[in-house]
């Protein structure tokens, strides 16, 4: 839910605003490199040795409603490994893209610099988040809709996509020249961190509370 | 030609991915799509020495970190397996391996972020010191990429003022600009490149070189017993993008500071 209000909106901000990227090669960049993640992702989990086996992550997804606990275990092991894939990629793309931006014919032509870079780095967290509820919705959808998977959210990523809604909401509110800018969206980040924390400690609370009470 | 390989790969993986070759396609297929994404990046070769002397230092702290954990027993072991395979490794030994791969990875990644941090904090410092946040009077540079103090002093002196008796029938003449026009856009990010190389470099050495190993010298280990701690990517990798933004904003953020601190 939150990854689809922080894609929402980014797109709202950048539409609201008028904000354009630089170069139109930038465009094409972030085109490419985004087309170009879920196949690095797919490279790098093949090349691990936890894809190998009887079973592909697909076909266990598919047995998982009368899976036994190693196979559910199993599952798991790979989930975690294709998800670190998609991880893995998702930094190259970032990495790299940082510097592409970096460069400086993509910085010399525009004189809202500040706001591209944001809005640009925000970019590959927003895809990694897609892809992965992309191959969540794939495996639910194998495994049946109802029935329960043993895969979890990311709490970092989980985090970042918090501190990206403060940021933005912040670029939406704030006019790209004003000075206090810069400040605000340090504040928004440090503000969504603690939030974030506050409320992901709450609820590891409420839920080993839960479970101490069935136990 | 480079942006067909790409999808021929990755079709020959999806077609041929329980084969026992399939890591050398996927080796391929991430190279060819690293290829393609650096193909788009045409960096300056003046960071050539100071990349150089970064990836020295990344070496030797890994090279130090992993002689200090580790025992000669499971170094040997590695350059067994790196000159004749695992098959004749015995059961204790391929988990020997495995711990020893494990560790190598998260030396290698954990190294990349120290050197990106410091690097990171070296820049902001010397930005801090050159835009005059400081009373030091320094001619630290990095690189020349940061403008001598008095660059970033926007000359307004010549403005309101205009040549001579303003009338009507003045014909328009140009007003003097001044010296130079601050852009406080251009200085920062041109050391972005050092600041993220050493993590693109660990993140393909332990992802595209260290996983090249584990296909093939693991493969006789169950799924069970390749568990590894860590088993996700480095969760700390998340602050590098607020790192980024943090850079972006380094200047404003720190007159702030300076202005009401």
């Known amino acids: 839910m939150l990854r689809i209000v922080v894609l929402i909106f980014y797109f709202y901000v950048v539409i609201s605003n008028e904000m354009t990227f630089a170069d139109d090669d930038l465009l094409f960049v972030l085109a490419m490199m985004s087309l170009l993640m879920p196949g690095m992702a797919i490279g790098l989990y093949y090349m691990r040795a936890e894809s190998g086996g ?44 940082v510097l592409v931006i970096a460069k ?112 | 030609m480079i942006y067909n390989i790409p999808p021929l790969l990755l079709l020959a993986l999806l077609l041929c991915g329980r084969k026992s070759y399939a890591w050398m396609i996927a080796t391929a297929l ?29 070496v030797l702290m890994i090279v130090g970190s992993m002689l200090r954990q580790t025992e000669s027993g499971a170094w040997r072991l590695f350059f067994r397996a790196r000159l ?66 008095g660059y970033g002093t926007l000359d307004n002196s010549g403005m309101g003022e205009l040549p001579g008796t303003v009338s009507a029938d003045t014909p328009a003449t140009s007003v003097a600009a001044p010296t130079y026009f601050r852009d406080s856009s251009l200085r920062f990010p041109r050391v972005l490149l050092p600041v993220f190389w050493p993590l693109l470099v660990g993140l393909v050495v332990a992802q595209f070189l260290l996983r090249i190993q584990d296909a093939s010298w693991f493969r006789a280990l169950p799924i069970s017993e390749l568990k590894r701690s860590p088993v996700e990517f480095p969760s700390y990798f998340w602050f590098l993008p607020v790192l980024a933004i943090l850079m972006t ?13």
């Open chain 1, 104 to 215: 400086e014919r993509y910085l010399v032509s525009s004189n809202n610099l500040d706001y591209q870079l944001t809005l640009a780095v925000m970019i590959p967290a927003m895809c990694l988040s897609v892809y992965e509820d992309v191959l969540q919705l794939v495996l639910k959808i194998k495994a049946g809709m109802r029935t329960s998977l043993p895969i979890e959210y990311d709490l970092w990523l989980s985090w970042f996509n918090f501190s990206i809604l403060g940021t933005l909401v912040v670029m939406h509110v704030f006019p790209y020249y004003d000075s206090a800018v810069g400040f605000a969206i340090f504040s928004a980040v440090v503000l969504a961190s603690i939030l974030y924390a506050t409320g992901a400690y709450i609820s590891r609370y409420r839920k080993a509370r839960e479970i101490g009470e069935k136990a």
């Open chain 1, 54 to 97: 009887n079973n592909s992550l697909l076909q266990l997804a598919g047995k998982a409603k009368e899976a036994s606990a190693e196979e559910l275990a199993e599952f798991k092991q790979k989930y975690l490994v294709a998800r670190e894939s998609l991880y893995a990629a998702g930094m190259f793309f970032w990495l790299s893209l």
């Open chain 2, 84 to 149: 004749h395979g695992t098959t004749d490794f015995s059961h204790g030994e391929l988990l020997e391996l495995l711990g020893f791969s494990s560790r190598f990875r998260r030396t290698v990644m954990n190294v990349a972020v120290i050197i990106c941090l410091l690097t990171a904090y070296a820049a902001v410092m010397v930005d801090f010191i050159e835009s005059g946040g400081s009373n030091a009077a320094s001619t630290i540079t990095l690189l020349d990429e940061t403008p001598p103090p």
């Open chain 2, 30 to 58: 991430v190279i060819a799509i690293g290829a393609l994404v650096v193909n788009v990046s045409d960096f300056d070769s003046n960071w050539n020495e100071f990349l150089l002397a970064q990836m020295g230092v990344f």
């Open chain 2, 249 to 261: 904003w380094s200047e404003v953020i720190i007159a702030w500071l300076v202005t009401f601190g």
